[in-house]
């Protein structure tokens, strides 16, 4: 009898301490992972910036963001919740974030030079009386 409590015993002890990484089904795969964090973080910081322009009841920006990637908010924070316990990977993947955020700003920032660059638009009379259409400014 004792022996089948010690084999019982070793191989829950061995499923227990299996590694996690194999064992995790519901785990958003790392570079799926850091491109959501970085859209979930722009979301969230939209959602903040325009808080007043969102209804109460429409469905956060987050939920949408997970939408678009196929999963929802259980996995997200399940898998959130693994790679933070694994603080150096954790780490290394926020990492990569910011750098994903600050591309998607230089972008950004570069398309508003250009179309700042670009001169406006003036009307001007066309020979058609009562018309009018736009030609660039030089």
């Known amino acids: 009898m004792r022996i089948y ?4 015993s070793l191989i829950t002890l061995l499923f227990a301490c299996s590694d996690s990484e194999t064992g995790e089904k519901d785990i958003i795969p790392e570079k799926k992972m850091i491109r959501i964090m970085a859209d979930v973080v ?5 959602y903040v910036q325009n808080a007043t322009e969102f ?3 429409s469905i ?5 963001v997970l939408k678009s990637y196929g999963t929802d908010s259980a ?14 990977e954790f780490a290394r993947m926020y990492k990569q ?10 972008s950004l920032d570069k398309t508003v030079k250009i179309k700042l ?3 406006p ?7 058609i009386p009562g018309t009018l259409f736009f030609k660039k400014q030089k």
């Open 117 to 119: 660059k670009k001169p």
């Open 75 to 88: 996995v997200f924070y399940k898998s959130l919740d693994y790679y933070a316990k694994r603080t150096e």
């Open 97 to 106: 974030v910011e750098q994903i955020i600050q591309k998607k700003k230089d």
């Open 60 to 64: 956060h920006p987050v939920y949408s």
């Open 5 to 8: 409590f010690l084999i019982g």
């Open 55 to 57: 209804d109460k009841d």
């Open 42 to 46: 722009l979301a969230k910081e939209i």
């Open 121 to 127: 638009l003036v009307k001007k009379k066309d020979s």
